[in-house]
């Protein structure tokens, strides 16, 4: 499955600011809509047994794409192949109330196209993640939660960054799907 992406997780600091005004109804949600990227990447690994590809993506990082079953170019990828991906992510952050149980659940689901050469591959997980640091001099935050998963970036709303404090516990929803065809 496609690992976190960078951008996506940005837009969640923006997402947790955006719901420390709203402290009292911990109900709040934020949905922060992603674009859709075109990109072709070029194949770095094949795991065969996990249907997974390493891909080089044009500005030089690496991402992990599972091939769904049925896509019958699959078997034969080759490293340097190039695969043409659409790519759209969208997340949703809620605030959380205090003593609620947290959370960390992931869904997916792969679809192949007529002609076995394309498929979707969609994939969601929510995680509760903690604020875990909260420099105001930067200004900064940082998220840490399941398996390790920990996050920092800048924060351009300083009046939201005051809003929130250390301990602050929200759920991120990520929904991410990528129609892949390989040439």
Do not use: C
Request: charged share 25%; net charge positive.
């Amino acid at each position: 499955m496609k690992r976190l992406a960078a951008s996506g997780t940005a837009a969640l600091a923006a997402a947790a600011l955006t719901l420390a005004g709203a402290r009292v109804s911990y109900a709040q949600s934020k949905t922060i809509t992603g674009e859709t990227k075109n990109m072709t990447v070029s194949v770095e690994a094949i795991e065969k047994a996990s249907r997974e590809v390493t891909v080089k993506k044009p500005d030089g990082t690496y991402d992990v794409f599972y091939i769904p079953e049925g896509i019958k170019r699959f078997d034969t990828l080759k490293i340097g192949d190039k695969i043409t991906a659409k790519y759209y992510e969208n997340m949703v952050v809620t605030l959380k109330a205090t003593g609620e149980k947290p959370v960390d659940q992931a869904s997916a689901a792969a679809v192949k196209a007529a002609g076995g050469s394309a498929g979707t591959v969609s994939h969601q997980r929510t995680i509760t993640a903690t604020i875990t640091a909260i420099d105001p001099k930067v200004p900064s935050i940082t998220f840490s939660g399941p398996k390790n998963w920990s996050y920092s970036t800048r924060v351009q709303d300083t009046k939201a960054l005051a809003k929130v404090k250390v301990g602050d516990k929200v759920d991120i929803t990520w929904t991410e799907a990528e129609v892949l065809s390989i040439e």
